[in-house]
């Protein structure tokens, strides 16, 4: 007679290898059996999620959610929250309850008035995001600095000026985001008592960013490291003033271009400044292309180089992780071959849009990836290029295929651990 085994009597090497090949669905299924499911299914995910959002997770009920956030809502850091009150599952109950160690959280389409109580009880909170949907706050603000007083980075959008003005007393705070339009004393009030200040991220910025509030900045957060911000009428040669600024993220308008490069140039922002995404993607000449490549420490470029001679001359930068281009549709391959080349650590690279760029760039690329001395893979993103589709498939394996991906979709946005930039084409037709 054959002999009959239970499950419950595998090895546990056994019993991991079988949820390995489970969904995460039929894994929380299994661990709600018995003990010794939860167990394995706590082993294989002990390293798992510490950060979590809501809509790219496949758990469709809420008891799959109850159980995963019971089992590893602990384990948790970062979460983000996209489901507004019309959904069927609402976490944020589940979330105040077992995210015991949660030190950010964005909400961003749920009703303030629903999610105000449970977000106060999130004590171990350092980083709020809050999108004020349906403009429902109660005295948000407030209430986060008496019931949050670990938090150190705040977030704030679709918020009224009012309750804005309340940010001021968060003098602590090391970063700001402020998505809304104030007025240019209300700014000055809001920033002015923080010191601390690390990093602070601004939309449309034309009301209230004034260059005596750019002045006031860079005297008053001298610790301001990040600056993003769009449109704004203020005299950006101020920008070089900033004693520690590492990425700066801005629209500069045409008849400003190359005297901004310039006072880069020489100021400390020559060996400090890794980040600089110029908005809009307008074009950048030969002379301002000069300047760029002056500054040696950058990891993150953003521009649109008009020809091969801006492009020759960004080459002389050699820091470079990720470099977008995209839409600059006069550059050919040789000089951008080159650039690639002359930087090992280049991971990211958006060409969509340029035109010129054909087979015998991938060719040279693969060529001086195999030379690398470092083993760092590199993304192309190559939408509306003339390069073929099937070029990949084409080539014979000696060349390092591995190492180079190949997209012909747009980008998603360039990510490191700290920073993100959409990367979005832009398409302005004052710029071509």
Same mark, same amino acid.
Request: with cysteine.
């Given at each position: 007679m054959a002999r009959i085994t239970s499950i419950l009597d595998l090895d546990p090497s056994c019993l991991l290898f079988i949820i390995k090949l489970l969904s995460l669905e039929d894994q929380l299924h299994l661990a709600r059996c018995c003990r010794l499911f939860r167990d394995a299914f706590l082993h294989l995910h002990r390293h798992h999620f510490q950060e979590v959002v809501d809509k790219d997770t496949s758990l469709r009920?809420?008891?799959? #959610? *109850?159980?995963?956030? #019971?089992?590893?809502?602990?384990?948790?850091?970062? $979460?983000?929250? +996209?489901?507004?009150?019309? *959904?069927?599952?609402?976490?944020?109950?589940l979330i105040s309850r077992h995210c015991y160690r949660l030190e950010g959280i964005s909400i961003h389409n749920a009703t303030v008035a629903r999610a105000q109580p449970y977000l106060l009880r999130m004590c171990s909170l350092r980083k709020v995001h809050v999108r004020n949907y349906k403009s429902t706050s109660k005295d948000l603000v407030g209430a986060i600095r008496v019931n949050l007083p670990l938090v150190t980075?705040?977030? $704030?959008?679709?918020?009224?000026?009012?309750?804005?003005?309340?940010?001021? +007393?968060?003098?602590?705070?090391?970063?700001?985001?402020?998505?809304? @339009?104030?007025?240019?004393?209300?700014?000055?009030?809001?920033?002015?008592?923080?010191?601390?200040?690390?990093? $602070?991220?601004?939309?449309?910025?034309?009301?209230?960013?004034?260059?005596?509030? =750019?002045?006031?900045?860079?005297?008053?957060?001298?610790?301001?490291?990040?600056?993003?911000? *769009?449109?704004?009428?203020?005299? =950006?040669?101020?920008?070089?003033?900033?004693?520690?600024?590492?990425?700066?993220?801005?629209?500069?308008?045409?008849?400003?271009?190359?005297?901004?490069?310039?006072?880069?140039?020489?100021? *400390?922002?020559?060996?400090? =400044?890794?980040?600089?995404?110029? +908005?809009?993607?307008? #074009?950048?000449? @030969?002379?301002?292309?000069?300047?760029?490549?002056?500054l040696k420490s950058l990891r993150w470029l953003v521009c649109k180089p008009r020809d091969d001679l801006c492009v020759r001359h960004l080459s002389e930068l050699k820091q470079l992780e990720c470099l977008s281009v995209q839409a600059a549709r006069e550059i050919g391959e040789t000089q951008l071959s080159l650039l690639v080349a002359n930087n090992e650590r280049l991971r990211y690279l958006n060409l969509c849009y340029c035109l010129g760029i054909t087979d015998a760039f991938v060719l040279e690329t693969l060529g001086s990836l195999s030379k690398r001395s470092v083993q760092q893979p590199l993304e192309i993103y190559a939408a509306a290029t003339d390069i073929r589709h099937d070029i990949m498939e084409r080539l014979p394996h000696e060349f390092p295929l591995k190492m180079l991906g190949l997209n012909f979709e747009c980008s998603d946005g360039m990510t490191s651990r700290e920073h993100f930039y959409a990367d979005e084409p832009e398409f302005d037709r004052q710029a071509v």
């Open positions: 009920t809420l008891e799959d #959610w *109850h159980t995963f956030l #019971w089992l590893c809502g602990s384990r948790i850091r970062i $979460l983000e929250s +996209h489901f507004d009150d019309d *959904h069927p599952l609402q976490l944020l109950p980075s705040l977030s $704030l959008e679709s918020f009224d000026r009012r309750e804005l003005q309340e940010v001021r +007393h968060f003098s602590e705070l090391l970063e700001l985001g402020l998505y809304d @339009e104030v007025t240019v004393s209300e700014f000055a009030t809001i920033v002015k008592p923080m010191r601390q200040l690390r990093c $602070l991220q601004l939309r449309n910025a034309k009301r209230f960013l004034s260059t005596s509030n =750019l002045r006031m900045l860079a005297t008053n957060c001298r610790k301001l490291e990040k600056l993003t911000f *769009h449109d704004c009428d203020a005299d =950006l040669l101020v920008l070089p003033q900033f004693a520690n600024l590492k990425y700066l993220q801005i629209y500069c308008p045409e008849e400003m271009k190359t005297r901004f490069f310039k006072a880069l140039t020489k100021s *400390h922002c020559s060996t400090q =400044l890794e980040y600089l995404i110029l +908005h809009r993607k307008r #074009w950048i000449d @030969e002379e301002q292309a000069q300047y760029i490549s002056v």
